[in-house]
Structures are given as structure tokens and as C-alpha cells.
């Protein structure tokens, strides 16, 4: 965001959605920002960095260890008089659940804002999950934006919101939104907003049950006061006329193809289109009221049926509950205008598909999690992989992840893999793999868990020093936070060392001999010995916050090559190919970093370094 | 009104030519929207862009409605030339020659020779904008480029732009 000339505001900015709800933060007076990252979510805490050094402004900003965490220290902030944001993706969302209900219920000072990212799809996620879902579980009002422009503007209200009734407030961008970009124009910060000093009672702020009690009485009244005092919760007319019989109630990413496809189709120009900013707690008089005076009412919405439910006659309701609108996967403009067109009684338009399937990702070319799961593969040859999730979910592809659970549970995994069979059986072979980040995020009570326990398996933690997966945000290993202002780096060593484990080897994945060996003791160790957990740190940067060397050794394949294919499928390094047409082993140069890993995977040792 | 689809690979630089776009559009007080991919699709995956300039909502082009498929990897375009309408073209970094409606340039090539694999997207992006209208001109590209402050990006990307229109160029004086 280079602007050499001053600019006056108000100003306009291809804004991505995820910058926007930062601007929208900025903007608001909010004091304290935490997040961690998760795709469709990560971008709000860069940009949040971003426009904090573009205005100089003072928000305190964090990258927090987890979502859980990140939760407490912005409810911590709002309780102390200042207005406060915590940013995740919608399975960050489970890991912060706890304290996300029980904050329901006692309620906030400093307006709180909770940002949660879903990914309808999933493009990159384990579930579906629909986050205004979940708020409605909590009894926590949702915004629910429909493009980057509207997200910045309902960040604002969020705010208002929360602070007006004294409840924590969602904000539920879809993927579609996070990910979107617009002009979007915004104006000057607001002062930072100060609500006054914390004023200690306990019965508020740390009720035992019986005041609970008293508490959900309140929430349950605040939330009725929303749903009928509030203009969001109520339904507008965006698209159409009221002239028609036929209505179309949407919210949020889905309304946005809804509305360009409505007003794109004179067949379509009868319809009226109501779009609802809140659609938890919605003014459920009013919608029923617009399905009243309509014959039939198509409810549009990703994921869940969360308008749909709070409508108490469905009588003349067209949608998820009704079978009308597939209960699963993205609602795509495509999808939408399938269901538009039969709720209408139109022909449907021709479908085009793509004529190829798309690539599927893989691990880069020089990534140092590929020597670890090739090493692993080939020493543990029975055992059970658990796997994680961040990049190296992708040693799926090498055939070195069997399980993908949610954040840390390759750890939890293994222990129940080990403690089911029992010792001498071969099914209790186990090798855990996961990465730094998820490691500090969920991995840590597991392990301390597996050590108590006796567990017998191989821990492998694949250390690149960052979060690799969602762009290259800092771990608590970092010395640095998300701002870039100096933080204290947490030694891996020795908090495995200081979860009890007594087996830690720590090596570098480039280095074939030193790799082979840490991982053959740690399989006598966990193994053959049963003498517990074992860990064996891979560690090297990932590839891709690596300057690299123009002058590094680039390798070919020599002419001696017997095309096994051990490279090729074992390795599956994205820069070595099987050329079907000359019957050749090939390494692109381009895209070959000159790890030199493959020189040792060979049989025939056909690979060689090239001559410049 | 223009609506636009860009693919390839992770790592090949659709996001940024999506962002030129719109950002040139944006500054020039037009309405624009578009999509991109992240996350693990990244990881040398296909990826693809959706650009749309016009009064449009929904950030996703739908199939069959796209005016031009920029593509910057042959393999990646038959993932994405449903998205084109009756009459769409495709622009493709390709060694191949052009034929009705698919016009290629050897941009790979041409960026290498610049010294930068890493222009390969604006040279597709200079031969595009030479040969159709992409809802921006040619010169409001090379005005955006221009005021780059980095003085060897801004030279590499110029002449990587140059590049692209050099050869659609030539194409044109073969068509006529």
C-alpha cells in the first residue's frame, strides 16, 4: 500500500473482504485485535498489521497460540472498557467454544466482535459447518455480509451492536466474501473507544450456577429486544417487485449470485428478493409475514437452514428442509440458478462442466516435509500414519498420512492406535506426524497426555519455524508477533522435553544419513523397546520463506535410469516427471531447488548434480 | 460490461494480474469484483481467478459467461473453458500457434528471455489487452505499471508487457 500523494477521505480501494473487515476494525476505535490463522480467515490479522502501519494507529495485535486462547484475550480487553475483535475460521470456532458460550451469558463491556470465516465447499477445511449456526446455539447475534463493501460496513454495526446490548456479536463471512475483492470505499478511523475501567462483581463477571441461572434469563431477553427492536433483523426488499406472488428470502455470500441472477433474467423479474443482514435472531414476525403474503417463499442460504428453521409455518417455504436446496456444498451461482429456475417453473439452462479434472496440490518442490514422509514410509513400513492438519496433510500423496482429524489430533490418535491392540500387535505400529503451529495449537495437551499414559509411538514434528498452509504467519517459536513487534521465541526442545518426553532427536529432513538414523533409534525406542513416546524434530525452514541461491546445484537424471519410478511415486517431487511420450525420468530445472534429496532416493544413483 | 476468467497454477501470478485489474478499474471509478483461490490449492494446484467489471453482486463468473479465459498454463485451459460464452476467446501461454478464437503467445519464452520466469503473466496480460477489450486499455496497464517505484520491477514488467503486445502485433498484421 505504497500512496505517494495525501489522500483525502473518503477513499475508494480494490479492497480483498478480509481487508475490509480489517479496515472496518481499524475504523470502529477497536483496541485489541487476536487471531489465528485458518483459510478463508488469515488475511483480516495481515491487513489489520497492514493498515496499523499505514495510519500509524496503536491496536494491539496479536497471533494467538489458538483460537481458544485468542477468544480469551480480546474477552479479557472488551472487560476491561476497550472494544476488542478475535478472527478464526469456523473450526476454530469448536476449538473456541467454550469460552465463546459462556460469554453469552455473562456478557461484554467494550464492544466484542468475534470474526468467523466459513468454507463452504470445503475448499480448505475438514467440514461445512455453518457458523450462524452456532451462533444461534451460543444466543449470539450474526451479521451475515454478502460482498467485501458490505463486510466493512457490518463490522462497524457489529460493534454497535454489541456494545448497545452487552453481548459478544458474530460476524460470518463466507469464503466468498473473505476472498472476494471490490471497490470499496471507507473513511477515517474512529478515536479508540474506552467503555471505563473494569468494576469488579463477581456475580457478573464470575457467576457460580446460581447466578447462571439469572444471566441466561438476560441473554434470552436481550436477544428477544434484538429481534424485535433491531432494523437488521428484519428482511429488505433488494431485488424485484412486490407485485409477485413468488418471494426469494437469501442472506449473506449466497445473496450476491441470487441478485445478479435475478436481475440479470427478464424471466425472473416478477420475483421480489428480500435479503436479511442479522438472519440470527431474525424478526420472525416480520419474515413470516413476507412468506405470508407470497404463495410460495424460496429461502436461499449457506450452509445450514438457519432463516428456514426460525420460520414457525412452512407451510408455502421452499427450501433446504423441504429438499429443494441440496443439503450439501457450496451454494455456486450455477446451483442457484437451477433452484431459482424450478421454483419459478422455468427450463432449466445447460449445465457446462470442465473437461478436465483440476491438478491436485501437492507438497513444493524442495519442501522439507517430503524427505521426512519418504524416510518414514520406508522405515516404518506397517505401521498406521496419524496426520494433522496444515501443508503436510499432503503426505497423503506419498502415502504417509492414514488420518486427518481436526488440529493436534495426530497425537490423540496415535495414543488410542497404540493403546487398542496392544503391544506386540503389528497394528500398533504407530508414526505421528504434525507441524510446529499445530503442535503449540492442539498438540501439546495430547502429548503430555501420551507421555502420562505410556503410549508407545513415534512423534514426528515436521518444524518448518512458521504456519506454513495459510500464508506464513509466526508460531510462538517466532521471535516476533503479527504486527512485527518483538515477541518471546518458545523453545520446541524444551517444552517437549518438558511435556516428560525422554527420546528427542532433532534433525534436518535435507540430510538422508542423519535422517535415517534419528528415525531408526526412535523406532527402537518406541517400538521394539515399548519404553514410551519418542520425537524426532525435522527442522528447516519452509521452502517457500527461503531466499534462494540462483547459483544452487540443480539436478538431472542420468542415462543409467531404469525408470523403477521409486522417484517419481515415492518421492512424488512436483519437479520430477515421468514423460510418457520419450519414456523418460525427468527434473524440470524451474522448479527443481536443489535439495538434492532425490540423489540418495535413487537405486540406480542416476541422479546426479547438472553441469552449469 | 466484461467478465473475466485467468488460471493456471499456484505460483504463476494469477492473483497479481487479478489485482492489477482491479485495481486499475477501481481507480478509474469503475465497478469491479472478483474472486481468487487460496489456501491449499495454492500448493501447485490449478487455480483460477473470476474478474468482473460492471454493476455485478457475486464475485463468481458463471459457466458460459465469461468473455475471455486468460490462461497461463495449456493444461489449466480445458479446466476452465466452460466458463466462456458463445463467441468467448482464450488467451494462453502456449507454444502453439493461434487458431479461431485461441490466440497464444510463447510467453514463458519471451519472459525468459527478459531474464524472469516470473514475467510470464504480463506478457500474457500485454498481449491480451493488445488484442481484446478487457474492460481496461493497454494504456492504463502500462500507466499502472509505469508508476511502480521498485525501478528493476518496473523495467522488467514493462518490458514483459511490451513483450506480449510486440507479438499480438504481428498476429494482427497476419490476420489482416
Known sequence: MNHSRVESYPITRFLMGNEAIARGVIEAGCSVATAYPGTPSSEVMESLSR??????????????????????????????????????????????????LSAAYLGVRGGLVVIVADDPGPHSSQTEQDSRFFAWFAKVPVYDPGSPAEALTMTLKAFELSEKYHLPVMLRPCLRVCHARQNVTFSLPTEPVDVGAFEKNWTGWAATPKFRLVLHGELNQKIEHVSLMEPDAVPHLVAGTLKSRLAIITSGSVSSHVIDIVTSNPEMSDLSVFKVSLPYPLNRNNVQEIVNCNDRTLIVEETYPVIELQLSDRTNVIGRLSGHVPQEGELVPEIVDRIIRQFIGAKSSSELEPKLKARRPSLCAGCPHRPTFFMIKRLFDEAVYTGDIGCYTLGVNLSAVDTCLCMGASIGMACGFAKANGETDKRSRIVATIGDSTFFHAGVPALINAVHTGANFVLVLLDNNITAMTGGQPTPATGFTADGSVAVPVNLERLVSGCGVDFLEV??????????????????????????????????????????DPQALKFEVGAN???????????????????????????????????????????????????? | MVQLILCGRGGQGIVFLTRLLGEIATQKGLDVISSETHGMAVRGGSINSHLKIGPFSSPLVRTGHADYLLSMDESETSNNEHFLRNGGVVFENSLLPSEHDVFRVDAGGLARSIGRIQLENVVLLGFAASLADLGVSFDDIEDKLAIEKRETVRRNNLMALKAGSKVATELKALIN
Open chain 1, 561 to 612: 535410469c531404469d525408470r523403477c519410478m521409486t522417484c517419481v511415486r515415492d518421492l512424488e517431487c512436483p519437479a520430477i516427471s515421468f514423460v510418457k511420450k520419450d519414456k523418460i525420468v525427468k527434473i524440470d530445472v524451474e522448479q527443481c531447488t536443489g535439495c538434492g534429496f532425490c540423489v540418495k532416493v535413487c537405486p540406480e544413483q542416476a541422479i546426479s548434480a547438472r553441469r552449469a
Open chain 1, 51 to 100: 493498515w496499523k502501519t499505514e495510519l500509524a494507529h496503536k491496536i494491539y495485535l496479536e497471533w494467538s497460540i489458538n483460537e481458544k486462547v485468542a477468544f480469551e484475550v480480546a474477552y479479557g480487553a472488551s472487560l476491561s472498557g476497550k472494544r476488542a475483535a478475535v478472527v478464526m475460521k469456523m473450526v476454530g470456532l469448536n476449538v473456541a467454544s467454550d469460552p465463546f
Open chain 1, 507 to 548: 534433525v534436518d529432513p535435507y540430510d538422508y544419513d542423519s535422517l535415517e538414523d534419528a528415525l531408526t533409534r526412535a523406532r527402537t525406542y518406541s517400538v521394539d523397546q515399548g519404553a514410551g513416546v519418542s520425537v524426532v524434530i525435522a527442522r528447516r525452514p519452509c521452502i517457500r520463506t527461503v531466499k534462494l
